[in-house]
């Protein structure tokens, strides 16, 4: 189970473009690479979830480069509801049922 | 709103007792899951249902048991309680079976005595 490296905060203004960085070494062949967003008192939410290159929908865009080990999710002009918890996930059907998430970046929004 | 609901929300209990938290996902999906999430480890995977009438342990599993009643309902149970297993607990399902998770319920947050 490839392990997952993340910043645990950032801060950032409101109209501003955020980029967390998570780093994944250890990435195998299957695996793919999944993001999600955190508010307190809620679930995880899924935001996205690529394989390589690039990937976009109406929420945010994941870049992954070509040795994989690595993959930023990008937040285009954040606003204060943006602030929460995000976590990166690597996991392929191989290892599906023994997903871990680690701390998460804590994203501040602030106007 | 479609999506997985978890009952109850809060709950407190004494060590020894037991409970049975509930979960049901409307959105037809194949695959259910339960975590406990405590302060600075992020989510731990207790057990997984990969489709109706599965079963299977995940990280975590020990002093749980899980049903998987029906395609909609997953619940876990914990027999004998302890403070050990005061968290947060959510639900979460996937539409196919071996994916990461997609929605994930508000959560019942445990404490026990």
């Known amino acids: 189970l490839a392990k997952t490296t993340q910043p645990i905060s950032m801060d950032s203004y409101e109209g501003q473009e955020v980029n967390i960085t998570c780093s994944h070494n250890?990435?195998?062949?299957?695996?793919?690479i999944t993001w999600y967003q955190q508010f307190p008192s809620q679930g995880p939410r899924f935001i996205i979830q690529?394989?390589?290159t690039k990937v976009t929908n109406e929420v945010a865009s994941l870049f992954i480069p070509a040795d994989r080990k690595s993959s930023t999710l990008s937040l285009p002009r954040v606003s204060l509801s943006d602030t929460a918890v995000y976590y990166c996930?690597?996991?392929?059907?191989?290892?599906?049922?023994?997903?871990?998430f680690g701390a998460g970046t804590q994203v501040v929004v602030t106007p | 709103n479609a999506g997985v609901t978890q009952t109850p929300k809060f709950q407190v209990l004494k060590t020894g007792q037991s409970m049975t938290l509930q979960c049901a996902q409307d959105?037809?999906?194949?695959?259910m899951y339960w975590y406990r999430q405590d302060p600075g480890m992020g989510l731990r995977l207790i057990y997984y249902?990969?489709?109706?009438?599965?079963?299977d342990k995940g990280e975590v599993p020990n002093g749980y048991n899980v049903s998987r009643l029906n395609k909609r309902e997953f619940s876990l149970r914990l027999e004998s309680a302890a403070p050990s297993q005061t968290s947060v607990y959510f639900c979460?399902?996937?539409?196919?079976?071996?994916?990461?998770?997609?929605?994930f319920g508000d959560g019942t947050r445990l404490s026990i005595l």
């Open positions: 996930l690597v996991a392929s059907t191989d290892s599906w049922g023994k997903l871990q």
């Open positions: 959105m037809n999906h194949n695959s």
């Open positions: 250890n990435i195998a062949t299957n695996d793919y």
């Open positions: 249902s990969a489709s109706e009438g599965t079963t």
């Open positions: 979460a399902s996937s539409l196919q079976g071996r994916e990461q998770p997609q929605h």
């Open positions: 690529g394989y390589k």
